[in-house]
């Protein structure tokens, strides 16, 4: 094999030699449950209150803001079904989302929708970007909480966070948004921006699997999911997964130190979409600007996303048709179909997700690797030949 890129950072991403380093005296030697009187218990609390202290610091928070949770599937679940159950006692029975949310809200909000719950799913333009007047116009007095992704996981769209806060506060509804894939890419700084509470998962940013965060804003009261011991302030049961905390604060630091380093890896992202992009009969997905700067999504008319795929790995790529969550399915991405992109032709597109350990060199390497296999793949398509027939 020539080379080894791996260009699906959206899906998970390794976790850092420095993350590694900064997890293992929790498994070797302070394994203490921080809930403990003892001397054990004491170190092992001290080291999750510094952890939590240290993730505070970055996002500009209060440390009692930050409650962890397993993932940011379930920071999704408890901010919306949280907010949707305590808002329920006020009235409040309505929730506002958009069509391209992450799996994790979507089916929260479809879950709530069968237990009595209204549930308005807002549509977004061209670029991916969330129809700010069909918003402003679907939430009411009866809205408890509005969920909008900072940046969407296929396309890289970035929404206009806050914009949309301000239209749900003057309604008296929350704020919730998904920043799972904007974490260490852009700068989140909660002193300004004024959402109630916001996700995110570590093992986008380079910390393990199974390790989540919601903020909380003070005064935001939800409904606990997890309901058992005195964890997180009596708000999210369950023995602390100390390394796992302190991997996340480190990985967490690492990301703020590294966002300095994001204005070149979107010049990379550029310089592949201009490559991508000058084939023949393709086309961005996502808007050009306001988007993540490690996000290339590509649509190929005559092609396979799958078989595009496969030919990349065989390559040393690592690549992606889209969300790892819902690429096991055949359905069409349902990102995809909400910015116009019609059925037949959601299935040709793909996603390269970079980082900033995507060196010039894997850029080449892509460069040189995918118009050929696009070519070929092209080559054995009946449509091809229609297209091009009917093009001259
Ligand atoms: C990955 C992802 C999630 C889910 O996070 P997990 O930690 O894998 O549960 C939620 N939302 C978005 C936007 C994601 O990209």
Redesign the pocket.
């Known amino acids: 094999m020539a080379r080894f890129v791996y260009a699906d950072n959206?899906a998970t991403t390794p976790v850092s030699q420095a993350v590694i380093d900064a997890m293992a005296p929790c498994f070797a030697t302070s394994w203490g449950n921080p809930s403990s009187l003892h001397s054990k218990g004491r170190e092992a609390k001290k080291i999750l209150d510094d952890a939590r202290e240290r993730i505070a610091r970055v996002f500009r928070c209060e440390s009692g803001e930050l409650y962890f949770t397993s993932?940011?599937?379930e920071s999704?679940n408890w901010a919306i079904k949280g907010a949707a159950l305590r808002g329920r006692k006020k009235g409040r029975t309505h929730i506002v989302t958009t069509v391209i949310e992450?799996p994790?809200v979507l089916n929260t909000c479809k879950a709530l929708e069968k237990e009595g719950f209204e549930v308005s799913y807002i549509g977004v333009d061209e670029n991916g970007v969330v129809d700010m007047e069909a918003l402003a116009a679907a939430i009411t007095e009866k809205t408890a909480v509005v969920a909008v992704?900072y940046a969407n996981?296929e396309i890289g769209t970035i929404q206009p966070i806050r914009e949309i806060c301000d239209l749900a506060h003057a309604k008296g509804a929350l704020m919730f948004t998904?920043a799972?894939?904007a974490v260490g890419n852009v700068d989140i700084d909660l002193s300004a921006l004024p959402v109630d509470m916001l996700a995110m998962?570590g093992?986008?940013i380079h910390a393990p699997?199974g390790i989540?965060m919601l903020f909380i804003r003070k005064g935001v009261l939800l409904t606990n999911l997890i309901d058992g011991g005195g964890q997180e302030k009596r708000h999210r049961a369950g023995t602390e997964n100390l390394p796992y905390i302190v991997g996340l604060a480190k990985a967490i630091e690492l990301a703020a130190e590294q966002l300095s380093d994001m204005p070149r890896v979107a010049k990379m992202r550029d310089r592949l979409i201009d490559a991508l992009t000058a084939i023949p009969y393709s086309r961005l997905n996502g808007h050009k600007t306001q988007r993540l700067p490690g996000n290339v999504n590509v649509g190929f008319e005559c092609i396979e996303g799958e078989s595009m795929l496969l030919m990349l790995d065989m390559k040393g790529i690592c690549a992606s048709t889209g969300s790892a969550c819902s690429s096991a399915s055949l359905e069409p991405s349902h990102v995809l179909l909400a910015i116009g992109v019609p059925h037949e032709k959601a299935h040709g597109s793909i996603r390269l997700s970079i980082s900033h350990e995507t060196t010039e060199e894997d850029i080449d390497y892509i460069i040189e690797t995918l118009p050929p296999i696009v070519q070929r793949l092209r080559d054995m398509s009946p449509l091809w030949e229609e297209v091009v027939k009917n093009n001259k």
Do not use: I, L, Y
Request: glycine residues 12%.
């Open positions: 959206a993932c940011g599937s999704d992450h994790a992704m996981n998904d799972v894939q998962s093992h986008k699997k989540g």
